[in-house]
T-cell receptor, first 115, second 116 residues
Framework: QQPVQSPQAVILREGEDAVINCSSS?????VHWYRQKHGEAPVFLMI?????EQKGHEKISASFNEKKQQSSLYLTASQLSYSGTYFC????????????????FGQGTILTVHP | GAVVSQHPSRVICKSGTSVKIECRSL??????MFWYRQFPKQSLMLMAT?????????EQGVEKDKFLINHASLTLSTLTVTSAHPEDSSFYIC????????????FGSGTRLTVV
């Protein structure tokens, strides 16, 4: 079952913040986040493995609430380079950290950052 | 980091012909390779999972006789689109993850297939 992302699209000016949400109808053990630029392959941003875990990469961070079966991606002080489509991905099975099954991706959130 | 090399990046073929797409893991052994298809402005949809030395597992609705997958070695997986038709035009992407390493999946650069 495909996770559901919201919003579908976000338009920002440089320096503004955004939040992208990902929710699933099935139990989650981990959540992946990827960013895809137009015409390119997705690039891994981060993975969250534990309930309530938060991670960060520069000014991009994420949280994971396994009880609510939700994850959120936070983009702080956005830069032009943040533009792209963001996907959350949920692996099959119980992720042990170093091995997962196939990924099911959300429908994507298009983020556009203007100068 | 893990690198997956995918070729060709773009291909235009005539309707009815076959096209082969290759994905190579350059610095790790990929026992499993995932093949995705992405239509414009849509998400990545998993087509099949290929495992080295065994038959691929196809997702529901994907024709195994049309999309032939071969994973003959630990570093090479191929997808052949047979008797291609215009509706097969899409962006095909492979991905894999080194066993035993933490982190996410690495994707190939993708193949833009246009069937005319």
């Amino acid at each position: 079952q495909q996770p559901v992302q919201s919003p579908q699209a976000v338009i920002l000016r440089e320096g503004e913040d955004a939040v992208i949400n990902c929710s699933s109808s099935k139990a989650l053990y981990s959540v992946h986040w990827y960013r895809q630029k137009h015409g390119e392959a997705p690039v891994f941003l981060m993975i969250l493995l534990k309930g309530g875990e938060q991670k960060g990469h520069e000014k991009i961070s994420a949280s994971f609430n396994e009880k609510k079966q939700q994850s959120s991606l936070y983009l702080t002080a956005s830069q032009l380079s943040y533009s792209g489509t963001y996907f959350c991905g949920t692996p099959e099975g119980n992720a042990g950290g170093t091995s997962y099954g196939k990924l099911t991706f959300g429908q994507g959130t298009i983020l556009t950052v203007h100068p | 980091g893990a690198v997956v090399s995918q070729h060709p990046s773009r291909v235009i073929c005539k309707s009815g012909t076959s096209v082969k797409i290759e994905c190579r893991s350059l610095d790790f052994q990929a026992t499993t390779m995932f093949w995705y298809r992405q239509f414009p402005k849509q998400s990545l949809m998993l087509m099949a999972t290929s495992n080295e030395g065994s038959k691929a597992t196809y997702e529901q609705g994907v024709e195994k006789d049309k999309f032939l997958i071969n994973h003959a070695s630990l570093t090479l997986s191929t997808l052949t689109v047979t008797s291609a038709h215009p509706e097969d035009s899409s962006f095909y992407i492979c991905s894999a993850k080194p066993s035993g390493r933490s982190g996410g999946y690495t994707f190939g650069s993708g193949t833009r297939l246009t069937v005319v």
